[in-house]
Each structure stands twice: as structure tokens, then as C-alpha cells.
T-cell receptor, first 115, second 113 residues
Framework: AQSVTQLDSHVSVSEGTPVLLRCNYS??????LFWYVQHPNKGLQLLLK??????LVKGINGFEAEFKKSETSFHLTKPSAHMSDAAEYFC?????????????FGGGTRVLVKP | EAQVTQNPRYLITVTGKKLTVTCSQN?????MSWYRQDPGLGLRQIYY???????DKGDVPEGYKVSRKEKRNFPLILESPSPNQTSLYFC????????????FGPGTRLTVL
């Protein structure tokens, strides 16, 4: 089985300060991990993905995430938040060995950026 | 323009009245899937399809049907909708499967009274 837990349902940051969104996953061996962003009233857009290459993954809009197998974590960070980062973020796992061709989403983290 | 389209975008219906939400992609993708989004639960996969005539259940398939007769289309069918199916629905597609980027449609907001 595979599962994803996003540890914070809401995160509030000031513009220009760092953002940290925490994600822990459970899977058998070699998961693919993703972060997607959903702006208000929009569909989801891929921020970045990890598929067993480099453990530090860089994505769009200055976001990056680090895969830590020992901690089963895939936290998303950005050094300096911008107002346009206000959105909901989803951590996603897929593990062909554990769950075939299914995708499992975390519950989401809503980010508020204060001016 | 490469895209996933869904219709309708908004639908209000009554319990028991059959409905279909269409999904179409123009990227020649093999993999297509349906999700429902509910507050605090993220997105949950309803059904997915690896290719034409190949469909499989996701995590919450009860009360839904799908078909994949053509590569580009993947309709979601609610034979007898119930109020607990009130949700925001997303269709998505990707080139080969779950290890690839998923391209999402704009969503369909369904209300079942």
C-alpha cells in the first residue's frame, strides 16, 4: 500500500520569508514523488517530481524538494515567498510495486502569503 | 494548444438522475484518470485507464463507471447519483502512466440534491 501525509493543513508566511511544506510518505521501495500546486479555481499544475535520480529536485517558480529515504519525507521549500505562491499544494506518491498504476494524494496544504 | 477539457464545468442535479461528465485530451496520452476533490481529503482517484478498453478501479470507485472506447476520451458516468457524490471532479492524462506528469482538466463542480 502507499500513503501520503501532509503534516500541515495550513501554512501562513510573510512575503519574502522562506516556505516549508512538509510531506511524509509510505511505500514499498522505489516511489515516484510529486508536488502539484492548485491556484484558486484552477486545475493542478506540476511543480516538481522525483523519480530516483538526484535527491534534491528543483522545480518551477523557485521551489525545490529533497527526497530523504531514511525519513520517508519529501518536503517542499522556497527561499522567499511571493504573493503569487498563495495556493494549495499537494504531495503525491506513486509506487508501481505497492499500488500498480494508482496515484495517492496527500490532503493538501493551503498557503497564505501576507504582505 | 495541448489540453484536457471537461464538460460540463458546473452541474446541479437530483438524486438518481443519470449523468455523464466528459473528458477529452488532445496529447495522444495513454493514461487517463478521474479524481474527486473534497476538503481536507486531497484528491482521491476514482478510476484510471492505461489504454483503450483498459480500465481499472482507483481508491473510491463505488457509484461510478467509466469507459475508454477512444484514446482521447474518458467519460465518467454516475448511473444513480447520490448527495455524497457532491464534489469537485478532475480528469487527468499523462503520456505513459503514474511516473509521468499528470495534466489536469479545469474541473467539474457537481452538486447532487
Amino acid at each position: 500500500a502507499q500513503s501520503v501525509t501532509q503534516l500541515d493543513s495550513h501554512v501562513s508566511v510573510s512575503e519574502g520569508t522562506p516556505v516549508l511544506l512538509r510531506c511524509n510518505y509510505s511505500s514499498s521501495y522505489s516511489p515516484s514523488l510529486f508536488w502539484y500546486v492548485q491556484h484558486p479555481n484552477k486545475g493542478l499544475q506540476l511543480l516538481l517530481k522525483y523519480t530516483s535520480a538526484a535527491t534534491l529536485v528543483k522545480g518551477i517558480n523557485g521551489f525545490e524538494a529533497e527526497f530523504k529515504k531514511s525519513e520517508t519525507s519529501f518536503h517542499l521549500t522556497k527561499p522567499s515567498a511571493h504573493m503569487s505562491d498563495a495556493a494549495e499544494y499537494f504531495c503525491v506518491v506513486s509506487d508501481r510495486e505497492a499500488a500498480g498504476n494508482k496515484l495517492t494524494f496527500g490532503g493538501g496544504t493551503r498557503v497564505l502569503v501576507k504582505p | 494548444e495541448a489540453q484536457v477539457t471537461q464538460n460540463p464545468r458546473y452541474l446541479i442535479t437530483v438524486t438518481g438522475k443519470k449523468l455523464t461528465v466528459t473528458c477529452s485530451q488532445n496529447m495522444n496520452h495513454e493514461y487517463m484518470s478521474w479524481y474527486r476533490q473534497d476538503p481536507g481529503l486531497g484528491l482521491r482517484q476514482i478510476y484510471y485507464s492505461m489504454n483503450v478498453e483498459v480500465t481499472d478501479k482507483g481508491d473510491v470507485p463505488e457509484g461510478y463507471k467509466v469507459s475508454r472506447k477512444e484514446k482521447r476520451n474518458f467519460p465518467l458516468i454516475l448511473e444513480s447519483p447520490s448527495p455524497n457524490q457532491t464534489s469537485l471532479y478532475f480528469c487527468a492524462s499523462s503520456l505513459w502512466g503514474v511516473a509521468n506528469e499528470q495534466f489536469f482538466g479545469p474541473g467539474t463542480r457537481l452538486t447532487v440534491l
